[in-house]
C-alpha cells in the first residue's frame, strides 16, 4: 500500500461518521459501495465488552498480541484486564483514545507504519473486518508475517461464505434522508477459502477454522525457525503493567 493510500484510508477512518459513531458508541454506520451496496458496520457490538466469541479468540491468543484495526479497543482492554501484553493500532484518533480510556494501550498508525517489536509479536488479531485493511489482502498477509516471530499465530476473522472482492468503499450514515460520507478507499471482504488461498501463497499454515455466534474465524502460524512464540504472559515487546501510553503518535518504548 502507498503512502497516499495509507493517508487516504487514515482520512477515511478518522472522518466524521466513523468518530462520531465511536463517541456516541452507537449507528448507524455502513460501508458503501458506488452502487449504494450497504454492509452495516457493529458500532454498538465494537463499543461494547468482549462477548463470549471474542473471549474465544483470546483463549487462543499467544505472547504479545498485536490488534491491527482496534477500533475502539474492547479486546485489547480486555487482554490488558487479565495481564496480558497487548497493543492495538488504529487509524482512527478517536478509536485510538477510546482504547486508553478502557485501560488499553493503543498507537495511532496504519498496519504498513513501523511499529514496535517488529519480528516479536506473537500474535496478530485481524477481526470484525479487518482483513480487508488496504484492499490487498496478500500485502497485509506479507505485512503481518514480518510483524510477527517465526511460527507466531494470526487469527483472522473472515465473511462467513465463500468470497474474494476487492472494492472501493464509503464510510456513510444515513439518517433523516442525510448522508455524511468519508473519502473512498480500498477494501476486501475474503471468505475462509479464499484467505486459505493467500495464505498458502505466502507460507503461512493452517492452525484451526471454526465458527461461532455466526462469525468465522482462520488461525494462521507464520512460517517456522528455531526461535518460538513468547509464552503467553512474558513481557516481551509491551507491558500493560506499565505506565499508560496516551499518546497516539508515540509508540510504546522496547523494554
Not at 30 to 36: I, K, N, P, V
Not at 94 to 117: E, I
Not at 199 to 227: H, I, P
Request: glycine letters at 10%.
Amino acid at each position: 500500500m502507498s503512502t497516499a493510500q495509507r493517508e487516504t484510508v487514515g482520512r477515511s477512518w478518522s472522518a466524521d461518521p466513523y468518530s462520531d459513531a465511536l463517541r456516541t458508541g452507537r449507528g448507524p454506520l455502513f460501508l458503501s459501495r458506488a452502487d449504494g451496496w450497504l454492509l452495516p458496520l457493529e458500532v454498538e457490538r465494537w463499543c461494547g465488552a468482549a462477548d463470549a466469541v471474542d473471549l474465544e479468540v483470546l483463549r487462543r491468543c499467544e505472547g504479545a498480541v498485536l490488534d491491527v484495526g482496534c477500533g475502539p479497543g474492547r479486546l485489547v482492554a480486555e487482554l490488558a484486564a487479565r495481564g496480558r501484553t497487548a497493543l492495538g493500532i488504529d487509524v482512527s484518533e478517536a478509536a485510538v483514545a477510546h482504547t486508553v480510556r478502557l485501560g488499553g494501550q493503543a498507537l495511532r498508525r496504519s498496519v504498513f507504519d513501523p511499529l514496535p517489536g517488529e519480528g516479536r509479536w506473537g500474535t496478530a488479531l485481524l477481526v470484525d473486518g479487518n482483513l480487508g485493511i488496504g484492499g490487498d489482502p496478500h500485502a497485509l498477509l506479507d505485512r503481518l508475517a514480518r510483524l510477527l516471530a517465526p511460527g507466531a499465530l494470526l487469527i483472522a476473522e473472515t465473511v462467513p461464505f465463500d468470497i474474494d472482492e476487492r472494492i472501493d468503499v464509503r464510510i456513510v450514515r444515513v439518517a433523516d434522508a442525510r448522508v455524511a460520507a468519508s473519502t473512498p478507499f480500498p477494501w476486501a471482504r475474503l471468505g475462509t477459502p479464499a484467505l486459505l488461498r493467500y495464505a498458502r501463497t505466502l507460507g503461512w499454515r493452517t492452525a484451526a477454522q471454526w465458527s461461532a455466534g455466526g462469525r468465522s474465524f482462520v488461525a494462521l502460524r507464520s512460517r517456522s525457525s528455531s526461535r518460538s512464540a513468547e509464552p503467553p504472559k512474558r513481557t516481551a515487546v509491551i507491558s500493560s503493567h506499565r505506565p499508560r501510553n496516551t499518546s497516539g503518535d508515540s509508540p510504546v518504548p522496547d523494554r
